[in-house]
């Protein structure tokens, strides 16, 4: 593949699935990144990096989805890539709409809501120092050496660097920042039946789909003055004690 300028790479990202050898493209990007020294190209640059890393991740998902054995590999990328997602938004350098990064974002937001994972762990722990990832200098919140974390830097992201740091606890939620940290019982195996269903029917992760996701109750026998089955928090003589809606359920 002969070397591509700004404008090739632009256009051949914003095409709706990226037809080109993946190790090439990403050749020519960073050829195109160490070659200019122009800091507002650099972070354009960057943009269209992250566009290209997140397009080449959703095709890996839905391989490692199709071969029925990789769950935890695609889960664990589905998280990066949505942090990718993430990052574009916050360093709007270009216009996100123009390489079709909400419907790919959409698309594993519903992949996710097909996993078996709903209890993660979330550490709690005291940050005794850390250091700019830009500039290198020490940060904390009496010493901001200028660059804010998640903003790009001619073409670079910024991050903290944790140095030192004291754990405090480890707590169980549902819905973390970091979904990594998904718990398994030992000697359990997840049920990834949702998933395969969908995935083996779908020939490209470009193709459409709708899902629904309802919430379904199993009526019990109630007591007239008990909290009523449909969590609405009255009494069940005073919500669905004889309503058509009960009966027809």
């Not at 030992?186 to 992760?205: G, M, T, V």
């Not at 470009?206 to 109750?217: A, D, I, T, V």
């Amino acid at each position: 593949m002969k070397q591509i300028n700004y404008d090739d790479l632009y256009k051949i990202l914003s095409e709706y699935q990226l037809k080109f050898n993946h190790l090439d493209l990403k050749e020519s990007i960073n050829n195109l990144f160490n070659e200019s020294e122009d800091s507002e190209l650099k972070n354009k640059l960057w943009y269209l990096k992250t566009v290209f890393y997140i397009k080449v991740n959703f095709f890996e998902i839905f391989d490692f989805l199709k071969s029925k054995s990789k769950y935890e590999e695609a889960w664990n990328l589905m998280e990066k890539t949505q942090i990718m997602i993430n990052n574009l938004k916050n360093n709007p350098f270009l216009c996100i709409e123009a390489f079709n990064i909400q419907y790919i974002k959409e698309t594993l937001d519903k992949f996710e809501l097909l996993f078996p994972y709903y209890i993660f762990s979330s550490r709690e722990m005291i940050i005794k120092s850390s250091k700019c990832s830009i500039c290198g200098k020490e940060y904390n919140v009496r010493n901001f050496c200028g660059h804010n974390f998640g903003k790009v830097y001619n073409g670079h992201l910024c991050q903290r660097i944790i140095e030192d740091a004291q754990l405090i606890c480890i707590a169980l939620v549902k819905n973390p920042v970091d979904k990594y940290t998904f718990l398994k019982i030992k000697n359990e195996e997840f049920n990834y039946e949702a998933i395969d269903i969908l995935i083996q029917n779908l020939d490209s992760p470009y193709e459409e789909f709708k899902l629904e996701k309802l919430r379904l109750y199993l009526k019990p026998r109630m007591e007239r003055n008990a909290l009523c089955w449909c969590q609405s928090g009255k009494k069940y003589k005073k919500c669905h004690l004889g309503s058509h809606q009960e009966n027809a359920e």
